[in-house]
């Protein structure tokens, strides 16, 4: 898509854009990545913390374990993941190191000059969701480094962000689960109305927070412990379990669990990230060891 | 006592070669038809060659024979990344490699062996009438009915559950209708199927048989009520349980406008020929 804009308007004529605009405009992903020394990796330590992705969300579908049991799992798809910015300890908030992740490559015709400024810095497209991950100093990546679905593994937990559907205005039964009026034996014209608002004479006000109808959805929302039944490091696809918030083709933001019973101590996931280089090329598909693989032989349940 | 049995041998075997005789001339009969009719002595009787046996390559696979794509296989019209079903599709290529699915339509008659621990044998199989087929991708689904010790048992199976071992087609004919939801409401009769069954031999090129059958129903009340145009139901021998004035009661919920509707229109002939070129390809690998 960038590709095809920056083609385009060099068609249109050399003087709606200066040649060295175009020449430093982040068309390439490879290509265009500065030719300075890449950044020291370390090892992990207890408490190290390391960076996320952003993802697109395809669909569901039905997974079967090899005891034969059926779950269901969300298709999320890692589409031009990369480090767009390093935020050190000091400009962050003072106790953590920040990066700054992008996902999904997007036109940059409709984005402002300040939007573009920090892949232009990058050397990277622009990128529909950009993303904060609070990371620990020794998981810090050098911008521009792409980042894939390998990193997370078969196995490992996870928590999914992401803007749950919007349901535009809504009652208060929708909304917050009330149990609303009966249909009949009398009722006048209430079968949805929250009902009482509140205590009476003492406060005699509605306390803040009070649940009422009003816009519901399109908010973030995180869905925890999350396990990864499966790795496809072709297409870069995450098979999670469970559903995820928002609609399909919405981009979320995935980080390893904050739960302390679903830490990834036994499994080594890739610190600070997944290089091609250092671990070579892994196996097309990396499944989990409960879950069934379509290639082998049905089931018997002995 | 023996004499008399001795003579009744020789009377059985001297029948049993009258029959013999009696079939041999059928036999010439049928291959020389003009041979006895009177008034053809000038020119020689015309040889009628027998007719020819049909050689069944049983060499070849099946299925192949007949170009036919499961319904699973075509992708239902959404805003979906056509990523997701291509994936899908190789899941369910690698699964159909395993486990052999015939091809069988709403009406065939079906035995599924399925891997049960609480089953004798540890393998359940279960025969009946396919009357619905459901779901895409992974989750396709198909319902088979029977009536056991005048029970009626359905069963929904799921097409790539991996504890399913064999599925057998005994018949495959299709019906009037895609959906034979409505033979709850009929008599037991054409919902039950014997579970020892013999598998009926059908042929691997042509068209699949339609079985033409309208079904006799209940009394109603009907579970559902099958008359109105929305099921579309070509199955039901409607005049036998319902009167004209109720048929045309039943037109009201009529909506004749929705064949017109082009937003509903859903034209999946080109993509099925793709996906269906796709499927082969990757079967005979």
Redo the contacts between chains.
């Keep these: 898509m960038a590709a095809w804009s920056c083609r385009f308007l060099l068609q249109r004529g050399p003087r709606l854009i200066s040649p060295r605009a175009a020449a430093e405009s982040p068309v390439q992903l490879v290509g265009c990545v500065r030719t300075t020394m890449p950044w020291q990796r370390h090892e992990w330590t207890e408490g190290s913390r390391r960076v996320g992705l952003v993802a697109v969300k395809l669909g569901m579908a039905p997974i079967w374990t090899k005891t034969g049991e059926k779950h269901a799992v969300t298709m999320l798809q890692v589409q031009d993941c990369h480090v767009i910015k390093c935020l050190p300890k000091e400009e962050y908030d003072g106790h953590t190191a920040a990066l700054v992740v992008g996902g999904k490559n997007v036109s940059p015709f409709h984005r402002s000059e300040h939007y573009m400024e920090m892949f232009r810095n990058a050397g990277v497209p622009p990128k529909q969701k950009i993303t904060t991950f609070k990371v620990s100093d020794n998981a810090i990546i050098k911008p521009g480094t792409p980042l894939y679905a390998a990193h997370f593994r078969p196995g490992q937990y996870v928590d999914v962000t992401a803007k749950s559907i919007g349901k535009g205005f809504q009652g208060v039964m929708k909304r917050w689960g009330f149990k609303g009026q009966p249909a009949s034996h009398g009722q006048t014209k209430t079968h949805r109305r929250p009902g009482a608002s509140g205590p009476g004479g003492d406060p005699a006000k509605v306390f803040k927070g009070k649940k009422m109808p009003g816009r519901m959805g399109n908010i973030y929302v995180t869905a925890f412990g999350l396990k990864i039944w499966r790795v496809n490091t072709k297409y870069n696809v995450l098979y999670v379990n469970g559903s995820v918030p928002g609609h399909r083709n919405c981009v979320l933001k995935i980080r390893d669990t904050v739960l302390p019973t679903r830490g990834s101590t036994l499994l080594s996931p890739p610190f600070p990230t997944y290089f091609t280089e250092d671990e070579g090329d892994l196996a097309e598909d990396l499944y989990d060891d409960d879950l069934f693989i379509h290639t082998e032989p049905s089931l018997t349940l002995t | 006592m023996a004499a008399c049995s001795k003579r009744l041998d020789k009377f059985i075997v001297s029948l049993r070669l009258l029959r013999n005789l009696q079939l041999q001339n059928e036999r010439f009969l049928s291959t020389s038809l003009c041979r006895w009719a009177p008034g053809n002595d000038s020119e020689p009787p015309k040889f009628i060659p027998p007719s020819k046996p049909v050689i069944i390559d049983k060499t070849q696979a099946v299925a192949t024979l007949r170009k036919f794509l499961s319904p699973e296989f075509i992708p239902p019209r959404?805003?979906?990344?056509p990523?997701?079903f291509s994936?899908?599709r190789k899941?369910?290529i690698?699964?159909r490699?395993?486990?052999n699915v015939p091809e069988f339509y709403p009406g065939s008659i079906l035995a599924v062996s399925m891997?049960?621990?609480n089953a004798t044998g540890?393998i359940n199989r279960f025969v009946g009438i396919c009357i619905q087929r459901g779901g895409k991708?992974?989750?396709a689904t198909f319902v088979l009915r029977n009536i056991i010790n005048q029970q009626g048992v359905e069963i929904c199976y799921?097409l790539?559950?991996?504890?399913?071992?064999k599925i057998e087609v005994l018949k495959l004919e299709k019906r009037l209708d895609d959906n034979l939801m409505y033979l709850r409401d009929a008599l037991p009769e054409y919902s039950t199927v014997d579970p020892d069954m013999k598998p009926v031999p059908f042929p691997p090129t042509g068209e699949v048989p339609l079985n033409e059958l309208k079904v006799k129903m209940r009394p109603k009340p009907w579970s559902k009520r099958w008359e109105r145009p929305k099921f579309n139901i070509q199955g039901i021998h409607f005049d036998l349980c319902l009167v004209p004035k109720q048929m045309e009661h039943a037109q009201k919920w009529a909506q004749p406008w929705q064949e017109y509707d082009m937003l509903k229109e859903y034209d999946t002939s080109k993509l099925e020929q793709q996906i269906l070129s796709e499927v082969q390809q990757e079967m005979s690998k």
């Design positions: 959404q805003r979906t990344n990523l997701k994936m899908e899941d369910m690698r699964r490699k395993i486990l891997a049960d621990p540890k991708g992974l989750g799921e790539y559950n991996p504890r399913i071992q």
